[in-house]
C-alpha cells in the first residue's frame, strides 16, 4: 500500500496503462503476480506497465484497423496496454481471428509479432474504465488509465517468468475479499477497480456501466492522523463505494 513518505519532484508522471481481461461463467479477472524485484514487488495487479515511445510510433497505422479513431495520446495508451499484456501474458486483446496461445515464446516485439501473424487491432476492443494519479507524497509515480477488455478465446495466459512469475484467473470478489483480510498483496487503486467488478458481477454488464460512467481523475490523498496511522482519502465523485480507507 502506499504510505506518506515524502514530497516528490515528480510534478508530471509518466503515463502508464493498466487491463483488465474479464470472462464469465464464472465471473473472472486476469491478475499477475509481480517478481519480487521489480515494481510492486510480489503484488497481485492487473497487466500492464509504462507506455513506451514505439507505442505512439505512426508505423503502427497499418496494423491497427481504427488508428485515426483516437487522438495519438489514447492511441499510444491503447497499444501499450495491449503490448504489456502480450509481453506479460501472452494473451493478444483485439486481434480477430487470433488464437496463438505463445506470443511472448515468438520472440519479436508487439509490432513486429502483429505485422508477421497478418492480423490487425481494433482499439475499441477496450473500454476506459478509470483513470488513478499516483498520490504526490508518493516518490515513484505513474498517470495511469484503467482499461477493461473480454478476454478474447482460444488463447491461453502464460507468464513470461521475468517481470511476472505467475498468472491467475481469480474471482473479483474473492480476491478484494482476500486483500482485505491482509492475505494477499494488492495496491488500493488494484482493491478499488476490483470492487467496480464486483458492483457490475459480468463481462457484458462492466463494460456497459463503464461506456457510461463520466470520466474522472483520481488523485488520492494520504491522510496522517495524530496517533501516526494513516488513510487514503479519495473524492466521493470518483464514484467508488470507499472514500477512506485505512491500510
Known amino acids: 500500500m502506499w504510505g506518506a513518505r515524502r514530497q516528490t519532484t515528480d510534478e508530471n508522471p509518466p503515463a502508464s496503462a493498466t487491463l483488465l481481461l474479464v470472462r464469465d461463467d464464472p465471473f473472472e479477472v486476469l491478475m499477475v503476480r509481480r517478481s519480487s524485484r521489480g515494481t510492486f514487488a510480489s503484488a497481485l495487479v492487473f497487466p500492464g506497465g509504462a507506455i513506451d515511445p514505439d507505442d505512439a510510433s505512426d508505423e503502427w497505422e497499418p496494423l491497427v484497423e481504427d488508428f485515426a479513431d483516437f487522438v495519438p495520446e489514447e492511441r499510444a495508451r491503447r497499444i501499450g496496454a495491449i503490448r504489456e499484456t502480450w509481453e506479460e501474458t501472452s494473451i493478444l486483446v ?28 481494433r482499439l475499441d476492443a477496450l473500454t476506459t474504465l478509470a483513470h488513478w494519479i499516483t498520490p504526490v507524497t508518493e516518490p515513484r509515480r505513474f498517470d ?10 482460444g488463447q491461453v495466459a502464460v507468464a513470461d517468468g521475468s517481470e511476472i512469475v505467475g498468472v491467475e484467473w481469480v474471482s473479483p470478489d474473492e480476491a478484494a475479499r ?8 494488492i495496491i488500493f487503486p488494484t482493491l478499488m477497480n ?5 458492483e457490475s ?8 456501466a463503464a461506456e457510461v ?20 482519502v479519495i473524492p466521493a465523485e470518483a464514484g467508488y463505494a470507499v472514500t477512506r480507507f485505512s491500510p
Open 194 to 198: 476490483l470492487d467496480r467488478l464486483v
Open 94 to 121: 483485439g486481434a480477430s481471428g487470433y488464437a496463438e496461445p505463445a506470443g511472448i515464446l515468438a520472440g519479436a516485439g508487439l509490432r513486429d509479432f502483429v505485422g508477421r501473424s497478418g492480423v490487425r487491432l
Open 144 to 153: 495511469t488509465r484503467f482499461y477493461v477488455a473480454r478476454a478474447p478465446y
Open 201 to 208: 458481477g459480468s463481462v457484458n454488464a462492466t463494460i456497459s
Open 213 to 232: 460512467r463520466p470520466e474522472f481523475t483520481v488523485l488520492p490523498v494520504i491522510e496522517t492522523a495524530e496517533d501516526g496511522s494513516r488513510s487514503i
Open 178 to 185: 482476500s486483500a482485505r483480510r491482509g492475505e494477499s498483496p
